[in-house]
C-alpha cells in the first residue's frame, strides 16, 4: 500500500493490487465530541451517506468498500480530475453541467463548502463526485447558503457562483422538517 498524503487530519493511501483508497481521518477532540453526541456524522460513515444519497439522485461517486467512523475505502476510478480533464481539452460544455451539478446537489439538500474541479473525475461523458466526507445533508451548518456561495465564487469564480445562486432553489426550513416528519410516517 502507497501513502499519497498524510496530515494531522487524514491520511490517504492507494493498494495497486486491489485498485482501492483507504482514507483513514484523525479529528481534533472538538470534533470527535460533536460525533459522539450525534451532532455530525463521522467522516467514515458520512462519506457512505453521502454516497447514497448522491446515487439516487443519479450521480456517480466512487464505490464504497468499507465504511467505519474513521475509516472509508473506495474503489478506484479510473479518470482524470475535472482540473486535468480541462487542462487537455478546454471544452466549453464543462461549466454549463458542473453550474447544473452543482445546483442539483445543493438543491437536494446536501451542503458542500468545496467544489472545486479537483473534486470531481471526468470521464465517458460523466462527472463522479469526491471527497464526499465534507459533504453534509443537514441544514444546520454554521456558514450556510453565503458561506456556500462564498466558497464556489472562491474557486470556480463569480460568473459560476451567480449561476449556481440563480438554480439555488430555496428550502426553507418548515419543508424540511416536513420532510423529515412524512419520512418518520412512512409517506415518503
Known sequence: MICLRKNHKRAVY???EKKQYTKCFTPKLE???KYWFGLRQYPGLNFAHIANRLNALGLKTPPVITAEKYK?????VEAPTLKEYLQETKDPTIEPRLIELVATI???GIVFFD???ENFLYKDNEFCVLDLEGYSDSFFT???KSGVLYRIEKHLGTHFREEVERRWVNVTLS???SDIFQKLRGKK
Not at 472509508?72 to 478506484?76: A, G, K, L, M, Y
Open 142 to 144: 454554521s456558514r450556510g
Open 14 to 16: 492507494y493498494d495497486e
Open 106 to 108: 445543493l438543491n437536494s
Open 72 to 76: 472509508i475505502i473506495t474503489q478506484e
Open 31 to 33: 470534533l470527535k465530541l
Open 175 to 177: 419543508h424540511k422538517i
Open 115 to 117: 467544489f472545486h474541479y
